[in-house]
C-alpha cells in the first residue's frame, strides 16, 4: 500500500496552509496541536513525522513545513477513523505485519545499541590486528588496466602504448571499465580479489612494467603494475564498517538465542502446502 501522504498530499499542502504558532513557552512531545474527534495529536507526532520524510523534505525550512505537517496529521486521523471499520481481511494482516515489523526494529535497533558500543569496536579492532599480524605476509599490488572488447581493439592499444603513449591517457580514452576516468588505475587488491587470468598477470609483471593481451570474461585487458607492497594492519578507519557490521550480526545473533531461549515457540508450518504462499485468494474477505 502506498504511503500517500508521506510524499504527494505534503508537497501538496505545503506552501498553501498556515496554523497560528503555538504559544506555550515551554512546549514539550505532549503539547497539543490538533484534536480530531477524541483524538490528540501533540507535537511529537510532527516531529516524528518529520523524522520519517523523505530527504527533499527535511531541508524546508521549519516555518513552512510545520503547517504542513499538522494538517497532515489531521487529514490521516481522520481517514484512519473513518476506515477503521472497513479494513478487509489483506489489509488488516498487513497491518499486522507493519506493525510487527516496525517495533521489531526499533526492538533490535536498541538492543544493538546496547551491545555494539565504540568500546566493542575497539576491542574487535584490536582482535583483527593481532590476527592479521599472526598470519603469513601478503602481497597487495597496485596495478591499472586498459579493457576494451575485442583482440582487434587490444592489439590497437599495446600499438599506441609500444609507440609511447601514456598508459592512463589511452585509458581515458578507450576503456570500456568504470576505472578509465582514473587512468585505469584499479587502486591497492590483494591476492584473491581479481579473476584469475587477470591476477596471474598481475603477479608476473616488475612495478612499471605492461602486460601483453589478457583475456578475460569481461574482455581483452593490458595491465600495468604500478606498484606492489606488504600488506600492513589497515588503520580502523578503514574496516570500522566492517568490524560493526560482523559485531551487529553476531550482537543480532545472540539477541534472538536469548528471547527463543526464554520464549514458548511453536513452529507449526510442517504439512502446510508452501505453494499456498502464492495463493493471494485466501486473503479475499
Not at 524546508?60 to 487529514?75: G, K, M, S
Not at 533490535?108 to 545499541?113: D, F, G, I
Not at 576516468?181 to 591476492?191: E, I, R, V, Y
Request: charged share 25%.
Amino acid at each position: 500500500m502506498p504511503s500517500f501522504f508521506r510524499s504527494a498530499a505534503l508537497a501538496i499542502l505545503i506552501g498553501g496552509v498556515s496554523l497560528p504558532a503555538i504559544t506555550e513557552t515551554r512546549a514539550d512531545a505532549d503539547t497539543v496541536l490538533a484534536r480530531v474527534g477524541e483524538t490528540e495529536i501533540t507535537l511529537g507526532h510532527a516531529i516524528a513525522l518529520r523524522g520519517q520524510l523523505p530527504p527533499q523534505f527535511q531541508q524546508i525550512p521549519p516555518e513552512t513545513l510545520f503547517p504542513a505537517i499538522v494538517e497532515q496529521l489531521i487529514d490521516q486521523e481522520l481517514l484512519r477513523q473513518s476506515g477503521t471499520d472497513e479494513l478487509g481481511r489483506r489489509d488488516r494482516l498487513m497491518l499486522d505485519n507493519e506493525v510487527r515489523n516496525f517495533i521489531s526494529n526499533a526492538a533490535m535497533t536498541a538492543a544493538l545499541a546496547d551491545l555494539v558500543t565504540e568500546e566493542a569496536i575497539a576491542s574487535a579492532y584490536e582482535a583483527f590486528a593481532a590476527e592479521f599480524a599472526e598470519g603469513e605476509p601478503e602481497t597487495e599490488y597496485n596495478a591499472a588496466h586498459i579493457l576494451v572488447e575485442t583482440e582487434e581493439e587490444i592489439a590497437a592499444v599495446v600499438a599506441r602504448l609500444e609507440a609511447g603513449e601514456d598508459f592512463a591517457d589511452v585509458a581515458r580514452e578507450v576503456s570500456r571499465d568504470g576505472s578509465a576516468a582514473q587512468g585505469g588505475d584499479l587502486g591497492w587488491f590483494g591476492a584473491g580479489v581479481m579473476i584469475a587470468p587477470f591476477e596471474q598477470a598481475v603477479m608476473a609483471l616488475e612495478p612499471g612494467q605492461v602486460s601483453g593481451p589478457v583475456q578475460t570474461r569481461f574482455g581483452w585487458h593490458v595491465v600495468r603494475l604500478i606498484d606492489s607492497r606488504v600488506a600492513s594492519v589497515p588503520p580502523l578507519e578503514e574496516v570500522r564498517e566492517q568490524l560493526l557490521s560482523e559485531l551487529q550480526q553476531e550482537a543480532a545473533q545472540a539477541v534472538m538465542a536469548e528471547l527463543r531461549a526464554g520464549t514458548d515457540v511453536e513452529n507449526l508450518s510442517d504439512g502446510v502446502d508452501p505453494a499456498l504462499l502464492g495463493d493471494a485468494t485466501l486473503l479475499d474477505d
